[in-house]
């Protein structure tokens, strides 16, 4: 069986988990909290960057990090679920998932600043350079919302991940000035149950 190292609030494992529940892997998975920050966890021999979400397969080798675990998923699914086969819709749909990663690793390391740092320390414009990957990527979506398929490829998931990681640590404050992506992520979430199962606590 495969193991998942996971934390419950990462974004990133909730692209993974949404990704393998969309493919119908999750009976092939266990999943496995780990705590990055502690150094005796062995999250950090299997992966040496200690990051999650980590993939440990049968054979002992390690997965990492989201999307080579994504490409994993689609691999044992058969190939061209979530990510295209055709290289116009592959690359579109790889490139809207480097975008979405990009506004999650952007809001992960807003928190670690509030999270790391006394307030009197906090790096105002650290913090504004980050805010302002997120701002312009969402503007960019707001404007041209992508496309659901059938079945939603990487770049969907990685979206919706994203959107729901700003709504659990932001209190969805994106929502007011970007009602275009709110209504993408509400037919998302209609789509796929995985989505709400995955919520993060």
């Not at 980590?54 to 997965?63: A, E, K, M, S």
């Not at 809207?96 to 999650?104: E, K, R, S, T, V």
């Not at 312009?136 to 939603?152: F, I």
């Not at 007011?176 to 209609?190: C, I, N, Q, T």
Request: proline share 8%.
């Amino acid at each position: 069986m495969l193991i998942l190292r996971i934390s419950t609030t990462s974004p990133f494992v909730r692209k993974v988990r949404i990704a393998g529940n969309i493919l119908g892997l999750m009976d092939k998975i266990r999943l496995e909290p780990c705590d990055t920050l502690d150094p005796k966890d062995s999250v950090r021999k299997q992966n040496p960057l200690g990051k999650i979400p980590t993939l440990i397969l049968d054979d002992g080798t390690t997965l990492f990090d989201s999307p080579v675990i994504l490409e994993y998923f689609d691999y044992l699914a058969g190939g061209g679920r979530i990510i295209p086969a055709a290289p116009q819709e592959r690359f579109a749909a790889l490139r809207l998932q480097a975008l979405a990663d990009g506004i999650m690793e952007a809001g992960v390391l807003r928190i670690y600043e509030s999270r790391f740092r006394p307030v009197e320390k906090h790096e105002p414009k650290w913090i504004e350079h980050q805010t302002e990957k997120m701002n312009r990527a969402l503007a960019a979506l707001e404007e041209s919302p992508p496309v659901l398929a059938p079945t939603p490829h990487v770049g969907h998931i990685a979206l919706a991940s994203a959107l729901g990681y700003l709504d659990f640590r932001f209190d969805g404050t994106w929502r007011k000035s970007h009602p275009k992506l709110v209504k993408w992520l509400g037919e998302f979430a209609a789509r796929v149950p995985s989505f709400a199962e995955t919520k993060p606590q």
